[in-house]
């Protein structure tokens, strides 16, 4: 699939028909008048104090072009309208630095728009064909905050965010960002000399991430067993290993890796726990099956990284399994295999506070 991506890529630098961008702000002039106009300002964008005006200003400096789909039957871009890479390179800075740092506004209203103003740099980014390395920087953030997104809304309405959605483009964005690696590898091999040797110390925790994300996954396990060996390091061999476990339903070693993850990994595979304990709950059931067995609840949460045993009682009545003087009965005929995973995700309490420590605008912009 890799060498398809990369032919395809190769096709089409070849044909050299792409517009280069000459819009040197954030936002083009022209629809930044036209939003003005029609009242189309982010309240993030609106210069302060003409938020209450009839028609409130751009700030020039806050104000991001938004995402639009491209117009039927119009070939050639505007260069005006597209922004060269080092313009989208600031943007990417400007929005996973200052806007997702704003304190007073809920998460999802920022997520809501941060989310737009990525997507229209992705479009700008793939109008023109940006260079591989300009690429790769842009990507790499984007992929972290779609990651640490799709663990801080886990717990919100369906209404307000909606995580197939953000899925998808976290999936779309780490399979191009993989691409461009794969294309960096090939173009190693075919030179002679260190003219275009590629390094990026950040490559193995992205491919850790594609990893995690798709646990258990055969196709994302071969990618990264047979890495290039200066790729392979302790992390992408720790995911491997999780994504086997989980493959083997080897549950507790699989939870035991998921804890000595670096947070926004960890985030990520604490949302596949719901199917995992589904699957444990159906073979214990099977395993344990007895009238007259107990098995632990505190026990219980530690292996499957419950927050409290709270959860757990709500899990297991969801299942149809009994819990009995702070014990589990497992009993095979009671287990309900045709229920849906539970759909609740809940955050973990530990990570939360993990994440209260850190700058999550510096752990997203970060190399590592």
């Not at 103003?117 to 984007?142: A, E, T």
């Not at 080897?250 to 890796?257: I, M």
């Not at 499957?304 to 497992?330: M, P, Q, R």
């Amino acid at each position: 699939m890799n060498k398809i991506y990369y032919k395809n890529f190769k096709k089409v630098e070849l044909e050299n028909n792409y517009v280069t961008g000459t819009c040197m702000e954030m936002c083009p002039e022209a629809e930044l008048k036209m939003r003005e106009r029609e009242r189309l300002l982010h309240p993030f964008e609106m210069l302060v104090g003409t938020e209450r005006d009839i028609l409130p200003k751009a700030d020039k400096t806050r104000t991001v072009k938004s995402f639009s789909r491209s117009a039927a039957g119009k070939l050639t871009p505007d260069p005006r309208s597209l922004r060269p890479p080092d313009i989208l390179v600031k943007t990417v800075s400007y929005l996973l630095d200052d806007v997702i740092s704003r304190t007073g506004v809920q998460w999802r209203v920022i997520y809501d728009f941060v989310m737009d103003r990525l997507r229209s740099v992705r479009q700008d980014m793939i109008i023109q064909n940006i260079s591989r390395q300009h690429q790769i920087n842009i990507l790499q953030p984007i992929v972290k905050f779609l990651a640490f997104a799709s663990y801080k809304l886990c717990e919100e309405s369906i209404h307000d965010f909606d995580p197939h959605i953000n899925d998808s483009h976290l999936q779309e964005c780490l399979k191009r960002l993989l691409c461009m690696y794969d294309y960096c590898d090939e173009m190693e091999k075919s030179t002679d000399g260190d003219e275009h040797e590629y390094s990026d110390e950040s490559r193995s925790y992205f491919e850790a991430l594609y990893v995690v994300f798709n646990l258990g996954n055969t196709t994302a396990i071969t990618r990264a067993v047979n890495l290039p060996n200066k790729w392979k390091n302790v992390l992408v061999k720790r995911t491997v290993e999780m994504s086997l476990a989980r493959s083997n339903n080897n549950f507790v070693r699989l939870c035991r890796l998921i804890e000595l993850l670096p947070p926004l990994l960890a985030a990520l595979a604490y949302l596949h726990l719901p199917s995992l304990r589904k699957d444990c709950f159906k073979i214990m059931s099977n395993a344990y099956s007895s009238k007259n067995l107990f098995f632990p609840v505190a026990v219980l949460q530690k292996i499957l990284l419950y927050n409290n045993e709270d959860e757990i009682v709500s899990d297991c009545n969801y299942y149809g399994i009994k819990v009995k003087e702070n014990g589990v009965v497992f009993l095979k005929t009671d287990f309900d295999s045709k229920k849906p995973v539970v759909s609740l995700k809940r955050r973990s309490v530990v990570l939360d506070e993990k994440f209260s420590c850190l700058d999550i605008s510096a752990v997203i912009l970060s190399c590592q």
